[in-house]
């Protein structure tokens, strides 16, 4: 079957898969999505034999329908090899009762990767498919683990630029290191004088600037991006959740056909879309649990129905869900209300007012994980089986103990592992031992080798002796001329 995309908010523009991922967003503000979703066309007793490869091509071929089987193929091949340092790619591990799915075995050593990898692939392709000459130039803002992943994704992809803002302050050292040690000829990294949202407000700016984007146009560039709004971003995501399954078939644990938990740590409510879409087209899902950390706004929306981010930003040590606006709550609240009147209407009121009210259905459930839960968490969960969790991770693991104790529902739980603990180590140390609090950033790599007695992720290693390629800091007012100057 062919399935087309569309708007969140009622443009009439149908498109298909290729020219949505091009396109990043719909005109009319909307994010695509599928006309509808489409049923998995195999046996589902089948997935305990596909690998990684196989499997994301049954899936994706049922959703990214204009794509060949040829095409689809090579951005698999492509993507999923041994930039991952397990030929499972995504790995399911049991520490004491918890199934962890470590979604951290890629190049930046964060779940961005599971997408990342492959976007580069998909958008070159795409812009083949559908004859677009000019260069591809990504711009992304990020607050540390998007920019990274997307610079190693399309470091060196023909056709394609790159250039990442992040704020001068606002990111971790590693996370800094990561990116400003990158190589590629075709990358650019800029340090933001400001914060997160002073970068995101700068580039979105570029992208509804007519008149920049046709002088560029005439020079041989077009603008798109990477961040979790392509749908080029997300139906990669919903492959790791059958896998996940046909994991947990394979040990043992649960029988094929048995409905399974998933807990996932929520920032922008990408991640746990793509297990509402794999659970649409067939995969035997019970609750999808929702961990949020002090930025709780979608655990008050999920319980109460108000959505408010009239409220205080807490800096966490999770920063990688340190958010309020979940840009792919949108796709849900389309997908339930069945009504892009009805979305666009809840979009209105949250640009207006920064609240909208709105019942979800009893599919989803959630938790949340204060600092000090969170700290906890690593702590007990490594003293009691010696398995070491990232901050992220440790926000579902808590929150998943937290649903335990208030639901009584016993349905087999697999925890959504978003980030390897290096990538957190000073916090995860601190978790730890108190004895850790202060310890220097990379030093901190080191010990935790010791007390994790796993190896030190290659992608980071020795990450502050690398040379430094990328020192440019700019005001935001610059970021125009800065891209200007670049492509010229
Ligand atoms: C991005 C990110 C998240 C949040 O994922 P969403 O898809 O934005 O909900 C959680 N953990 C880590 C480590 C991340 O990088």
Do not use: W
Request: charged content about 25%; hydrophobic content about 40%; aromatic content about 10%.
């Amino acid at each position: 079957m062919n399935i087309m995309f569309k708007s969140t908010r009622g443009d009439k523009n149908h498109i298909t898969a290729s020219q949505a991922i091009v396109k990043g967003i719909a005109d009319d503000g909307g994010l695509y999505v599928p006309e509808s979703i489409p049923k998995i066309d195999f046996d589902l007793g089948e997935i305990t034999h596909f690998d990684y490869r196989e499997l994301a091509y049954r899936v994706l071929r049922l959703i990214l329908t204009d794509y060949t089987e040829n095409e689809l193929r090579y951005c698999i091949n492509s993507a999923y090899d041994e930039k991952f340092d397990t030929p499972l790619i995504a790995p399911l591990v049991k520490a004491g009762k918890a199934n962890f799915l470590e979604l951290f075995h890629g190049r930046t050593i964060a779940f961005k990767d599971m997408a990342l990898s492959i976007l580069p692939y998909l958008l070159k392709t795409a812009a083949k498919k559908n004859g677009v000459t000019e260069e591809i130039v990504i711009l992304t803002a990020t607050s540390g683990d998007t920019g990274k992943a997307a610079l190693e994704g399309f470091a060196d992809v023909e056709g394609t630029r790159i250039i990442v803002f992040y704020p001068e302050d606002g990111v971790s050292d590693v996370q800094k290191a990561q990116m400003v040690t990158q190589k590629g000829a075709n990358t650019c990294v800029a340090a933001i004088k400001g914060n997160f949202d002073d970068a995101q407000t700068a580039v979105k700016k570029i992208f509804t600037d007519n008149e920049f984007k046709a002088e560029l146009k005439s020079k041989g560039f077009v603008f798109s991006s990477a961040n979790s709004i392509n749908i080029g971003r997300l139906a990669p995501q919903i492959v790791y959740y059958f896998y996940a399954y046909a994991q947990l078939v394979d040990a043992g644990e649960i029988k094929m056909g048995d409905k399974v938990n998933f807990t996932v740590p929520t920032g922008n409510f990408g991640n746990i879309l793509a297990g509402y879409y794999a659970k649409q087209m067939g995969l035997p899902v019970n609750k999808l649990i929702c961990a949020s950390n002090d930025n709780k706004v979608l655990f008050d929306f999920i319980t109460t129905g108000d959505y408010d981010i009239n409220r205080e930003f807490i800096v966490t040590v999770s920063p990688s869900m340190d958010i309020l606006i979940s840009s792919n709550l949108e796709r849900l609240l389309y997908h339930i209300s069945g009504s892009e009147a009805k979305t666009k209407e809840l979009m209105d009121a949250l640009s207006n007012g920064g609240k909208y009210s709105f019942k979800i259905n009893d599919e989803f459930a959630a938790e949340y994980a204060t600092i000090e839960d969170t700290f906890d968490a690593i702590n007990s969960l490594y003293t009691e089986t010696g398995y070491v969790m990232d901050t992220h991770t440790a926000v579902a693991y808590s929150s998943y103990q937290k649903y335990l104790k208030t639901s009584q529902d016993n349905t087999p739980n697999i925890i959504v592992s978003t980030a390897s603990p290096y990538k957190f180590a000073k916090d995860v140390l601190r978790a730890i031992d108190d004895k850790y609090d202060g310890i220097n950033p990379f030093e901190a790599l080191e010990v935790l080798y010791d007390v994790s007695e796993t190896l030190i992720p290659e992608p980071i290693k020795d990450i502050d002796k690398r040379e430094i390629i990328h020192k440019t800091v700019i005001d935001r007012a610059e970021i125009k001329d800065f891209v200007r100057g670049k492509l010229n």
